[in-house]
């Protein structure tokens, strides 16, 4: 079980930008892939992109072309580039490994508002 620590989170205008990272304490490149997920209150859990080890990433819909996913092996962090933030997209995002999950990281919070 490795350690996630996600950052970046904050307050950001509508259509601006915020960059995620996620630092782990093991290899990333021993997982399949690494993702990203939000949770807005009531909402479910909710899967966002993620990047394999092969270097292909997929995105959901809902943010494909604005949150391109990247990674730093060397440093085992990968990052959540979130571009034109709507007011969806307000949540805690969490990062964690695929398909075999770790606990659940306290997750950055990210806010959108004028």
């Known amino acids: 079980q490795v350690q996630l620590v996600e950052s970046g989170g904050g307050l950001v205008q509508p259509g601006g930008s915020l960059r995620l990272s996620c630092a782990a304490s093991g290899s990333i490149v021993s997982e399949n892939a690494m993702g990203w997920y939000r949770q807005a209150p009531g909402n479910q859990r909710e899967w966002v992109a993620h990047?394999?080890?092969?270097?292909?990433?997929n995105y959901a819909d809902s943010v494909k072309g604005r949150f391109p996913v990247s990674r730093d092996n060397a440093k085992n962090t990968v990052y959540l580039q979130m571009n034109s933030l709507k007011p969806e997209d307000p949540a805690v995002y969490y990062c964690?490994?695929?398909?075999?999950?770790?606990?659940w990281g306290p997750g950055p919070p990210v806010t959108v508002s004028s």
């Open positions: 990047s394999t080890r092969g270097g292909s990433t």
């Open positions: 964690n490994a695929l398909p075999n999950f770790v606990n």
